[in-house]
């Protein structure tokens, strides 16, 4: 766990002292968490792979209470860690060392709704499905979706740049965010909050707070632009024998199925027989060597079926595809997508995981994998590869009985070294935390990361902002 293992030293912070409590408890009566027991679940990361040991958790329900938090602590020199639902992978979302801990969790109201343009503001501590539910009651739907949407919130989805199962129809946070707010370090709010499409004025500062992890400020609202919801929606599960026809399919299908396509993920066989093994799930087609799970959303239910079918009996007659199964009823439409969804949570079954996140161009993306397999042998239980394959993200995964060094060492620098000489990204959606920060090098340029520092000291010169975390700091 943290500290040993990651070799890191506390920073001089300071360290909270009963008049910090007091102050904290007079700003927000019954909302300062301290009792060790409450705090266990905020302290480990979702993965169970990297603990801190904070003593006092705050939960904030207003912009104002986050900027009288954050003025407070950046004069004390305390530093924080922003945590929304806990389900980061990079082990950004937990303190390293005794950073203060700032839970969005009861700033979850929706400030507003445009049932006209579909803008949607709402607090930062949302829950994502909840908010998905919200707006399916009005005929409309969020821009992104992931296995973790019950527990997420969407200004952690916005701290990370979250992508997810519906980017490749929707596009990125980066398009479809329309204004944030923020409170920076020294408590001083930085309202963006507009609902505009176009707005070229200055610099699009909302970026930066975008995929910023919590290392620039506390994100306290949001304005994001919502699709309607799509009224016809049929999921596809293929069987392929070869990755080379998982890629011949996916071009068939963009021939076919162009503008209805939503959803065009993968997974190996090793991912589904992990999802049999550890979740009970039922395959509905025979064994193969890959899967291919594809979605379509649309305004007719007719036309749709025509063009899923067409593609379909393309797919068939061209050999692509060994067996298949198509499901328009929710109930089925679920269980297909559980296939795909719940794989982060069988692999965390199946013992300690070494987790990649890359994007590369795809015809590269499984050569990876079996050259890790090939690698590590008898080393590792399980070598997985499955992902978004529409957006170029493959999630390569490896599980062993424990941690240890030797799997390590036979997977970094291997994998980053692999995925920059293929001008790939390490990683390509859930960020780089604490894990990551310091491979940030296969991927950005000294000259970007030497500006990425200059704008973190800008914003926060002492630095109590996520430390540890994302960048390197200034002096490596
Ligand atoms: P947390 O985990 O609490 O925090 C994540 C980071 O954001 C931390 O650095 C934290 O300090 C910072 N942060 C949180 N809230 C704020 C805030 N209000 N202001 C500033 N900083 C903040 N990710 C994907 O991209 N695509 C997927 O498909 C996907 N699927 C997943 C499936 C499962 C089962 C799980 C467990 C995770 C998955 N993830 C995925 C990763 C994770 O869910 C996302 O990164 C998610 O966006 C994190 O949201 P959160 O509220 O849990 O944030
Ligand atoms: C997904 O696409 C998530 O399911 C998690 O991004 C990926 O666990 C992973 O490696
Ligand atoms: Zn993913």
Request: glycine content about 8%.
């Amino acid at each position: 766990l943290t500290g040993e293992r990651y070799r890191v030293s506390r920073l001089p912070f300071s360290r909270v002292t009963a008049q910090d409590l007091n102050f904290f408890q007079q700003e927000l009566p019954g909302r300062v968490v301290t009792d060790e027991e409450d705090l266990k679940s905020h302290n480990i990361d979702w993965l169970r792979t990297v603990r801190g040991n904070s003593k006092v958790l705050l939960r904030p329900q207003n912009t104002h209470e986050v900027s009288e938090i954050l003025r407070y602590c950046n004069e004390r020199n305390l530093a924080v860690t922003p945590q929304g639902g806990n389900t980061g992978l990079v082990g950004g979302s937990v303190p390293v060392f005794d950073e203060i801990l700032i839970s969005t969790a009861l700033m979850d109201q929706v400030i507003s709704f445009d049932d006209v343009s579909g803008a949607l503001v709402c607090q930062a501590g949302c829950v994502l499905e909840t908010l998905n539910q919200y707006l399916e009651g009005q005929g409309y739907t969020m821009p992104l979706d992931l296995g973790a949407k019950g527990s997420c919130h969407i200004g952690g989805n916005l701290a990370t740049n979250a992508g997810g199962l519906r980017l490749l129809r929707y596009g990125s946070l980066r398009g479809t965010v329309l204004g944030l707010e923020a409170v920076l370090p020294d408590g001083s709010i930085l309202n963006c909050l507009n609902s505009l499409r176009k707005d070229n004025t200055g610099y699009d500062l909302k970026q930066l707070f975008i995929g910023s992890e919590g290392t620039l400020g506390v994100i306290t609202s949001v304005s994001i632009l919502c699709p309607r919801k799509p009224s016809a929606v049929n999921v596809a599960l293929l069987g392929c024998e070869s990755f080379d026809r998982v890629l011949q399919v996916f071009t068939l299908c963009r021939d076919h199925l162009g503008e209805i396509l939503s959803a065009f993920e993968f997974f190996d066989a090793s991912c589904m027989k992990l999802v049999q093994k550890h979740l009970h799930l039922n395959n509905p087609l025979p064994a193969n060597a890959f899967y291919v799970l594809i979605e379509t959303s649309g305004s007719s239910t007719q036309h749709d079926e025509e063009k899923l079918n067409d593609f379909l009996v393309s797919a068939m007659d061209a050999g692509l595809t060994a067996s298949g199964t198509v499901a328009t009823d929710q109930s089925k439409i679920k269980s297909i997508w559980a296939l795909r969804e719940r794989i982060t949570e069988a692999l965390a079954h199946d013992g300690y995981v070494y987790k990649y996140d890359l994007s590369m161009p795809v015809d590269k993306l499984y050569a990876l994998v079996e050259e890790t397999r090939a690698r590590l042998g008898s080393t590792a239980k399980t070598v997985v590869g499955y992902g978004h394959l529409g957006d170029g993200n493959l999630h390569l995964n490896v599980t062993a009985e424990s941690h240890t060094d030797t799997v390590l060492a036979a997977l970094e620098p291997f994998v980053y070294e692999w995925t920059a000489q293929h001008r790939g990204s390490i990683s390509a959606e859930h960020g780089l935390g604490f894990k990551k920060k310091d491979h940030i090098y296969y991927s950005k340029s000294r000259e970007a990361v030497q500006l990425m520092q200059k704008i973190k000291y800008m914003l926060d010169p002492k630095g109590i902002m996520n430390p540890y975390k994302t960048i390197p700091t200034a002096d490596q």
